[in-house]
């Protein structure tokens, strides 16, 4: 699977939108962009994937680029319940996923 | 619908014991994942399972580690001996079936995790 690259951290301001981008220049035409996140010690939380069009569900939005080597999930109004760690991993469909350090953000009241 | 279930929350155990983690899947999900963080370090993957079979193991760190699902439902992974390398979160993790040549791919849904501490 293709490997991504994310800032380690950003701060958000509450009631704002995050915007977390994440560069996946060797993605596969076959690989999914996949966004989790790990709130502190629980198990990792499925927020949304996509393959080439934009996605949105009731947790955030994917912004795919045309190329699909980057793309940014955006939480439209960050909580404090926001603040985990939030991974983004491209994988094939039914392939393991592929954690990296992720990006820590931090929403600030 | 139930998510995915981990037996024990935490497990403590002395360097050179055994100690067997159970994963229940979402009902249906004939995909089943382990990973793990070990402290510091990422979550690496372990194994996947499409239904009884193992899909790859190539996770798997050593043959201390071994993983079954029997039946195709729950599964166990069992460490034996248990090292003190091995301490860390054991995550579970399930998904729906994929297949075909235009298989679309399902999200997985992780486990609350089993926090394993080998003294």
């Known amino acids: 699977d293709a490997k991504t690259t994310q800032p380690t951290s950003m701060d958000c301001a509450e009631g704002r939108a995050a915007n977390l981008p994440c560069n996946h220049s060797?993605?596969?035409?076959?690989?999914?962009v996949y966004w989790y996140r790990q709130i502190h010690s629980q198990g990792p939380q499925y927020i949304i994937h996509?393959?080439?069009n934009n996605e949105t569900n009731e947790m955030a939005s994917l912004i795919i680029t045309e190329d699909r080597k980057s793309s940014t999930l955006i939480l439209p109004h960050a909580t404090l319940r926001d603040t985990a760690v939030y991974y983004c991993?491209?994988?094939?469909?039914?392939?393991?996923?592929?954690f990296g350090g992720g990006t820590r953000v931090l929403v600030k009241p | 619908e139930a998510g995915v279930t981990q037996f024990p929350s935490h497990s403590v155990i002395e360097k050179g014991q055994t100690v067997t983690l159970r994963c229940d899947p979402i009902?249906?999900?004939?995909?089943l994942y382990w990973y793990r963080r070990v402290m510091g370090k990422e979550i690496k993957f372990l194994l996947h399972?499409?239904?009884?079979?193992?899909?790859?193991e190539s996770g798997m760190p050593n043959n201390r580690f071994l993983a079954e699902r029997t039946g195709g439902t729950y599964s166990t992974l069992k460490v034996q001996p248990a090292e003190l390398e091995d301490s860390g979160v054991y995550f579970c993790?399930?998904?729906?079936?994929?297949?075909?040549?235009?298989?679309?791919?399902?999200?997985?849904?992780f486990g609350p995790g089993t926090r394993l501490t080998v003294t």
């Open positions: 993790a399930s998904s729906k079936r994929t297949g075909g040549n235009r298989a679309r791919s399902y999200e997985q849904y």
């Open positions: 060797t993605i596969s035409g076959n690989e999914y």
């Open positions: 996509g393959l080439k």
């Open positions: 991993i491209v994988r094939a469909a039914g392939n393991k996923l592929t």
């Open positions: 009902s249906g999900h004939d995909n």
């Open positions: 399972f499409v239904k009884e079979s193992k899909q790859d």
